[in-house]
């Protein structure tokens, strides 16, 4: 099992519908998660990032953790056109340290 | 402040040259990342600085990389004897402190080309 994993997509909403996003990873002590968003040829932006089991609201977007199923998502909501893009979620490596282990990336396409 | 800056944006070599890719970090992050995103392949992470130490390394592909940061800030990525496998984009991350769940912020990244 891959340590975070992502669907590839593409995920393909209409305007203004609720897209979401979900990962799933196999640490089970991780308490920090994060997902980026990278447009295509670009370096990825960190939009949320969650540590605690529940929802958390940032604008559109909300970050949703349930720790004892090993499950993160993503839910952007009045999705736009401008928000179709690559998320990546993201989590501290086991073991120390901060660096961060990606999902492949869910590719979003938002259609007008 | 500004964000984390690297450069060059884009670097073209021959096969079997040498480049150094820099990286400035956010002002006052202690911890600085270099990742590297190849096509059609996931970010992965290369080497992990705390100040000017580089407490993990686990990442560098092999021998011809290597990396050092001076003053506690830029960061040089250098890569000897480049290959064709070396193409990709590198990536550059710092953030406030190295603690797990410190959120790290990305630079705009170096694409590199070999020819």
């Known amino acids: 099992q891959k340590e975070v994993e992502q669907n590839s997509g593409p995920l393909s909403v209409p305007e203004g519908a609720i897209a979401s996003l979900n990962c799933t990873y196999s640490d089970r002590v991780s308490q920090s998660f994060f997902w980026y968003r990278q447009y295509s040829g670009k370096s990825p932006e960190l939009i949320m990032s969650i540590y605690s089991n529940g929802d958390k609201e940032d604008g559109r977007f909300t970050a949703q953790l349930n720790k004892a199923s090993q499950y993160v998502s993503l839910l952007i909501r009045d999705s736009q056109p401008s928000d179709s893009a690559t998320y990546l979620c993201?989590?501290?490596?086991?073991?120390?340290?901060?660096?961060?282990?990606f999902g492949a990336g869910t590719r979003l396409a938002v259609h007008p | 402040g500004a964000g984390v800056s690297q450069s060059p944006s884009n670097k073209v070599t021959e096969k079997g040259k040498d480049v150094e890719l820099r990286c400035d970090p956010i002002?006052?992050?202690?911890?600085l990342y270099w990742y590297r995103q190849s096509l059609g392949q996931g970010l992965e992470f290369l080497i992990y600085?705390?100040?000017?130490?580089?407490?993990?390394k686990s990442g560098l592909p092999s021998d011809r990389f290597s990396a050092e940061r001076t003053g506690g800030s830029v960061s040089t990525l250098t890569i000897q004897r480049t290959q064709q496998e070396d193409s990709a984009v590198y990536l550059c991350?710092?953030?406030?402190?190295?603690?797990?769940?410190?959120?790290?912020?990305f630079g705009p990244g170096t694409r590199l080309t070999v020819l």
């Open positions: 600085f705390q100040g000017n130490s580089a407490p993990d």
């Open positions: 993201a989590l501290p490596s086991p073991g120390g340290y901060n660096k961060l282990i």
């Open positions: 002002s006052g992050h202690t911890a």
């Open positions: 991350a710092s953030s406030s402190t190295g603690l797990a769940g410190s959120e790290q912020f």
